[in-house]
């Protein structure tokens, strides 16, 4: 099973929005509702941020959100924050194992 | 509070085995898959390995397979990971997380992680 494809960086200005794309196949991303978004800041454990593609859950803010269109999901944080700066990933569920992204880098100008 | 808490990490030699455990507490801990994902220094999010609430169900990537057992122990709160036949390329930060669900899925809560080097 292959990683699911992510850009290594992105970036954005304070207050800004931004969108972190995640492309697998229709055997993942595209077959199954169970997409996750995590967030790491560094030398720190990952952090659920949404799941299920679209749920966020409790005390994650609701700048975050999740989308999902064919075998692309999507990660959207509006308002940019300073403290959103960190590595965030995607996943799925694949039946048998569960595929990660190779991880984008969120940088806040 | 949900809490997990992975220990035995540490320095084996290739072609060793070490066992890592995992401490569950705040939640019934039978009711929830349970999964192993490790991170390589500098590197990203790799699955390794997932099992049912029960125990009745086991999934590996295919990185380890053959390798790396999972098993738990629903009486202790306890989950495990037998990892033989270790190289370099294992070398990695150990998370331990929980599922949201009986079948892997979603992993909401994750441990700090235990460092596992392999080297001579």
């Known amino acids: 099973q292959s990683a699911l494809t992510q850009p290594a960086s992105v970036s954005g200005s304070p207050g800004q929005s931004i969108t972190i794309s995640c492309t697998g196949t229709?055997?993942?991303?595209?077959?199954?509702?169970?997409v996750s978004w995590y967030q790491q800041h560094p030398g720190k454990a990952p952090k659920l941020m949404i799941y299920e593609v679209t749920n966020r859950p409790s005390g994650v803010s609701n700048r975050f959100s999740g989308s999902k269109s064919g075998n692309t999901a999507s990660l959207t944080i509006s308002g940019l924050q300073a403290d959103d700066e960190a590595d965030y990933y995607c996943s799925s569920f694949a039946v048998t194992t569960t595929v990660f992204g190779g991880g984008t880098k969120l940088t806040v100008l | 509070e949900v809490q997990v808490v992975e220990s035995g990490g540490g320095l084996v030699q290739p072609g060793g085995s070490l066992r890592l455990s995992c401490a569950a507490s705040?939640?019934?801990?039978?009711?929830?898959?349970m999964s192993w994902v490790r991170q390589a220094p500098g590197k990203g999010l790799e699955w390794v390995s997932g099992?049912?609430?029960?125990?009745?169900?086991?999934y590996y990537a295919e990185s380890v397979k053959g390798r790396f057992t999972i098993s738990r122990d629903n009486s202790k709160n306890t989950l495990y990971v037998q990892m033989n036949s270790l190289r370099a390329e294992d070398t990695a930060i150990y998370y331990c997380?929980?599922?949201?669900?009986?079948?892997?899925?979603?992993?909401?809560?994750w441990g700090q992680g235990t460092l596992v080097t392999v080297s001579s």
């Open positions: 229709s055997s993942d991303v595209g077959g199954y509702n169970y």
């Open positions: 705040g939640f019934t801990f039978s009711s929830y898959a």
């Open positions: 099992i049912s609430g029960s125990g009745d169900s086991t």
């Open positions: 997380a929980k599922d949201m669900r009986q079948f892997v899925r979603t992993l909401d809560q």
